[in-house]
């Protein structure tokens, strides 16, 4: 046997990496950088003095001889007064917005961790401020304080801190609820060290998001206090103030305050633009790339369109699947989650899919229905026929006319597909009316009969429960029932047992396989258990690394497996009165599917390895009807 050398995995995208695929964001980073740069450098800068007049030069206009920008009523060079106008309410608006951010994030950090009467004395004073339209009550406090710039920034401060607290108080009462929140209360971790250990830094990327979309409000709200004459004060300048003397020359010099518009504008969308850039870099969700939302159906590539003439479907199968392949694609990496994947699904069988976590089970399911989120997934090759019609660029509308009509999906966990906000009638209603135009209160009694049918006890008053009211059985007992509410021809079962005790899970899988044979309804069950597949299915599949590797029927599979994998798999499963019987781990973990090795992909956790298991392509070799295994040792004992 030949050492191996493996390649590790391209690093998740660095900080800058992430900041520059978002392209608007890099736009707004450069304008804001340009502008703070010569804000900051107006003390270096040959710039002539802000406040001097020069008065045989008043109103000169742009690109004079000595004034660039031209010169206002005073004579005043506009070139200076805009750089130096531009760093004071560059920095007015920064100090102001960290001072909000600091004591609305304290505020909404104690209010909703402590809760109880904290909160409510907090909220309360927090509503009070809200009370008032945020720039009259800014207007207020300068008024009561006089003008000045220091004033306008004390009232600007004020009237942000609702905006921190309000946004950081409703995520702090869902953070300390959280699982991992109790586990550091439970090991001793004091008040203060759950706030700065656990709840502050998953409230970072609120905090920040929220600071850079005020600190462009803030900047606005500042040059409105000065264009009224309310902030800056004469000879001193900023943009507001510049604003608000340029108004009354609009007719004669629009340049004195079209400059200053055009220049707030400027900074104001650099603000904004740099802010969306933020949030992808401390948003660890975004980390991977996936900035766009995802399109309503997997992205089909032109390739396996053209390629879809060469796979025939077989007559007799209601879902035929021909080299399917359906790939992630992240910068520069490739993952391949489906890799050329081929079977058939007749009428009235149950067909499981097996493997390992990661090993494709899901995403083969699916693609089935255009399923798999674009970006970042495309389907790149393959064939996909339900009934002999292709599926794979079949227009949207149609495939949705599919989807959870003839072909019908349980998802692994309920709690996070079904509609929270919605009664679990309710969204069986609304499956049926979406495919069978029937009226509200017949696809009601329906709903109901389908939750009696599923074993739901008291289906009528259960039907007006939220999912949240529903233990886990019950949860997917709905989904079950939302499965069959249009009588399907095939239902996709995504691991549907896996949080189920056994009690329940036993009571599951009985009650798919009566529905499979009073209606005669193919099902395409996924999980990585033996012991279900050895009860539901007829047949099996065995996936790893996004392959199929053994294919048969299940007695076949389960009394001479041929793949050193599937031997593997089944010698994890615990066999009854056989206590003595060793439960043997699978040794490694499986390679990742964007850097996958040459040869078989199980060869670095194979037993029975030998050299030529490590050069080309493997195929996936007939043994006979329906059996077939993708290893050059299958006809070996």
Known sequence: MTATTTTLPAARPGTWARFGRNQLAVAGGLILAAVALLAIAAP???????????????????FSAGHL????HLGRDMLSRIVWGTRVSLAVGLIAAVTAAVIGSTIGIVAGFCGRWVDGVLMRAIDMLMAFPYLLLALAIVAALGPGLLNALFAISIVNIPFFARAVRGVTVGLKRRDYVAAARLSGQGNLTILTGEILPNLLPVIVITFSTTLGWMILETAGLSFLGLGAQPPQADLGSMLGEGRSLLLVAPHIALIPGLV??????GINLVGDGIRDLVDPRLASGGLVRPGPATAVACDAIRQQAGNPAAPDAILSVRNLRTHFLLNEERYKAVDDVSFDLRPGECLGIVGESGSGKSVTALSLLGL????PGVIVGGSIRYRGQELLGLPLPKLQELRGNRIAFIFQDP????????TVGEQIVETITRHQGVTHAEALTHAIGLMDRVRIPNARDRASAYPHELSGGQRQRIGIAMALANDPDIIIADEPTTALDVTIQAEVLKLLQDLRRERDTALLFITHDFGVVSELCDR???MYAGRIVETGTTAEVLRDPRHPYTRRLMACVPVLGQPERALDAIPGLPPAVNHLPPGCHFADRCDR???RCRIGSIPLEDLGPGRSSRCIRAFEP
Do not use: S, Y
């Open 44 to 62: 270096l800068l040959p710039l002539p003095d802000p406040n001097a007049t020069d008065l045989p030069n008043r109103l000169a206009p742009v």
């Open 69 to 72: 920008l031209g010169a206002d």
């Open 264 to 269: 707030i504008l400027l900074v104001v969308i």
């Open 372 to 375: 798999v989120p674009t970006p």
């Open 415 to 422: 709690l996070g597909t079904l509609n929270p906000l919605m």
């Open 540 to 542: 099996v599949m065995v």
């Open 609 to 611: 390895v030998i050299d």
